[in-house]
């Protein structure tokens, strides 16, 4: 069972940046499709950005250009650089092994 744990979370405001880590405790992310989801207040958790085996990165419109979704497989690391974040930005980050293991999450407060 591979344990999925996020950090980096906090309180910020607008305009400002913070970097989301995922840390795995044992798992052979170069084969994983590796990904960050966001849960608001009364609304379905989404997918924020992805990053597959090959490198490959996707992003939900809303944070393209702003966020930036980065691993290290060596040390079982996942990164999400959040910049110029907004309100909307708001929500619960959890990060996911190929869409099926989950950490707990860390929150994101921009005001």
């Known amino acids: 069972h591979v344990q999925l744990v996020e950090s980096g979370g906090g309180s910020v405001q607008a305009g400002g940046s913070l970097r989301l880590s995922c840390a795995g405790s044992?798992?052979?992310?170069?084969?994983?499709?590796m990904a960050w989801f966001r849960q608001a207040p009364g609304k379905e958790r989404e997918g924020v950005a992805a990053q597959d085996a090959d490198g490959s990165t996707c992003y939900a419109d809303s944070v393209r250009g702003r966020f930036t979704i980065s691993r290290d497989n060596t040390e079982n690391m996942l990164y999400l650089q959040m910049n110029s974040l907004k309100s909307e930005d708001t929500a619960l980050y959890y990060c996911?092994?190929?869409?099926?293991?989950w950490g707990q999450g860390t929150q994101v407060t921009v005001s």
């Open positions: 996911s092994r190929g869409f099926a293991d």
């Open positions: 044992r798992y052979t992310s170069d084969l994983y499709c």
